[in-house]
């Protein structure tokens, strides 16, 4: 059973930074697109950012320039660095792949950004 646990999230002042990590198991291979989401408080839920198999990144407007999404294949761990952190990034942020078009979700990791 596939497994995507994030964490990283906490309470950070506005133009602070965070890493968030999400830890994926029960994949046969770690060979697939992972994305990550948030999702605001009364909104619906928004997509961040992704990284193909090879590195290859993509990123939404509201992020471009201070959010690099990477990841380690050894450990199976995709990372979401965060700079010049916004109050309008507060929301939980969560992690999800795709496998033969079933699609996996984490948990979510809460992100507070407040002065």
């Known amino acids: 059973q596939v497994q995507l646990v994030e964490s990283g999230g906490g309470l950070v002042q506005p133009g602070g930074s965070l890493r968030l990590s999400c830890a994926a198991s029960?994949?046969?291979?770690?060979?697939?697109?992972m994305e990550w989401y948030r999702q605001a408080p009364g909104k619906q839920r928004e997509w961040v950012a992704l990284?193909?198999?090879?590195?290859?990144?993509l990123y939404g407007d509201h992020v471009e320039g201070r959010f690099t999404i990477a990841r380690d294949n050894v450990k199976n761990t995709v990372y979401l660095q965060m700079n010049s952190l916004k109050p309008e990034d507060t929301a939980v942020y969560y992690c999800?792949?795709?496998?033969?078009?079933?699609?996996?979700w984490g948990q979510g990791t809460q992100v507070t950004v407040s002065s």
């Open positions: 990284i193909t198999s090879d590195g290859g990144t």
């Open positions: 029960g994949m046969i291979d770690f060979d697939k697109v």
């Open positions: 999800k792949t795709t496998i033969r078009w079933t699609e996996f």
